[in-house]
């Protein structure tokens, strides 16, 4: 008996997606729904608030861009950074989804262009989990991957792709010490 090309292609896959799932979450994740560059920005420099070590945007270097970000799971892994969404702070202008500025002490956070969605998640609560503890945050701002270095981003580059840009309320409320505040691994879902 054959065996046709179509049934040895679908073997194949179920093959690979069964090693795929014996590996850990961050390799298999890394493996499948991978998100690449879609282009690069130049950097052009301008004045840009350094509060909270953020980083500016630096002549002629190339910033890498996404329109996509890792898949989302019940524990889906990300970089935390911290953010000001009140005015004048590191976060540049008002936040997206309501066109507003947030005290540093509202559970608030922006997130990478592919979970931001169009808004979709604007005013929607995430769980965030770190350092042994779990709190809701909401989402009022997109953490812009694509654009950057200019005023409407406080002159920084486009955020990665993997970014939950959070309030320091935030980083509070999960007990993480001042010494490790900057990027912090953590997992993240939908409430």
Not at 50 to 75: F, L, V, W
Not at 136 to 141: G, H
Request: charged share 20%.
């Amino acid at each position: 008996m054959a065996i046709s090309s179509s049934h040895l292609s679908k073997i194949a896959a179920m093959m690979l997606l069964l090693a795929i799932s014996t590996l850990d979450p961050v390799t298999s994740h890394r493996l499948v729904g991978a998100c690449h560059a879609s282009g690069y920005l130049p950097g052009k420099p301008g004045h840009c608030n350094t509060e909270h070590d953020s980083e500016c945007c630096e002549a002629g270097k190339r910033y890498p861009q996404y329109h996509c970000s890792p898949p989302i799971t019940d524990n889906t892994p990300a970089t935390m950074t911290i953010n000001s969404f009140a005015k004048g702070g590191d976060g540049g202008g008002p936040s997206e989804c309501d066109n507003k500025y947030h005290s540093d002490n509202e559970m608030v956070v922006a997130l990478s262009t592919g979970w931001y969605n169009g808004g979709s998640r604007c005013h929607k609560n995430i769980q965030i989990n770190a350092n042994g503890q779990s709190v809701l945050a909401k989402v009022v701002d997109e953490c812009d991957s694509v654009h950057g270095c200019d005023s409407d981003h406080d002159f920084q580059p486009p955020c990665p792709n993997n970014i939950v840009d959070a309030s320091p309320a935030v980083w509070k409320a999960l007990g993480i010490p001042d010494s490790d505040v900057g990027d912090y691994d953590i997992t993240w879902s939908d409430a």
